[in-house]
């Protein structure tokens, strides 16, 4: 039966979004769409699989005509480069509040004078008043009353996500679900226990794993609703970290961090094989971030990683991602220039989407003439040349009496750099990709 319906392969990145379909006689076509376009569609993927089908804007995608949708996204991954996750309250065991800061006192870059520490995912901490032994006696039972308390304080102040994290809980379970229950009871719409989203020993890797999957499964979830119900009955998968498929509505934060890059490492495996190569460095620069993976033969896979600045224990590819790519806004913040690590996105953009966006790579890449060709709809390629565009863009360059849309919070240099940002901003993102 499937044989006789459409199957979908979908990659939504964070600039753009790349849909594969294969027709029921067995031919495929593929399509490109920013990956928001408020003014268009609600959700890119959704767009373009009725494109495809031929159906009109709001009609409902049914299992009588799709078989199925497989799906890697880069939300969850870009949500943690950019820090745009949910607010999140962590809960652990009192005298615990600062364990997930101290961490293991790593110092990677050991002569660096000034240590820059990676922004903290959660927002606010409550200790509860409990302690269990290593081998499962009760120190301090759980002061309940206590704990509901400060769970309501930080509801009431907007906070709807929590991550808890008791000593010893990984293996003795009882006060995790408790506050689990807790939290439930005053209205947190998110609730992760690390002893069922990283349950094994080692205090600060089961705290920051659970922390991650509180903050960005809220915003995985609406993704993957806003999906589904657009498709209703239509078989839903979504890509992991780890390279293999889940069912949409089992999947979670922690194993989305790599959901894009995964797929891409996927079939970059497959097509050297198919050129008979089996050795392949891999470099996915996309709109918003890039991956650089290596196969040698078989796909490597790392339990304990860190990505963004963020250490967390589950099963993901082995790349390296840094927020890099063709939509990395450009800054000038007084005495240098530099390249993101926030994205202009799909929405509004690079400045010369003509969408109100801030300067980006694409910008002065389109500047410099760079690009051959230039689609006059965003997301709609078209073979038109980008004289216009650019000769409208470079004319509003900075000059001393003309500043152009910096991003917010930075400065406008006083020289002319039409010249200069493109090999400074190919620079930086060289140096992030292999250094930073």
Known sequence: MDGKLWQFWIDRGGTFTDVVGKRPDGRLVTLKLLSENPEQYKDAAVAGIRHLLGLKTGEPVTPDRVACVKMGTTVATNALLERKGEPTLLVTTRGFRDALRIAYQNRPRIFDRNIVLPELLYSAVVEAHERVGAHGDVVQALDEALLEDALRTYYQQGLRSVAII?????RYTAHE?????LARTVGYTQVSTSYETSPMMKFVSRGDTTVVDAYLSPILRRY????ADEMPGVKLFFMQSSGGLTDAHVFQGKDAILSGPAGGIVGMARTAAVAGIEKVIGFDMGGT??????????????FETQVAGVRMRAPMMSIHTVAAGGGSLLAFDGSRFRVGPQSAGANPGPASYRRGGALAVTDANLCKSNLRRWPSKPGVPQKTSPKALSTSLCSKWPTPSRKFPWPAGTTSPATPCNALVVPVASTLVWWRTHWA
Do not use: I, K, N
Request: glycine residues 8%; proline residues 0%.
């Open 289 to 302: 971030s890039t991956d650089v993976s290596h196969y040698a033969g078989e796909l490597e896979r790392e």
């Open 177 to 181: 679900r408790v506050a689990a229950r």
């Open 224 to 227: 993957v609703e806003q999906v």
């Open 166 to 170: 008791f000593m010893h809980g990984y």
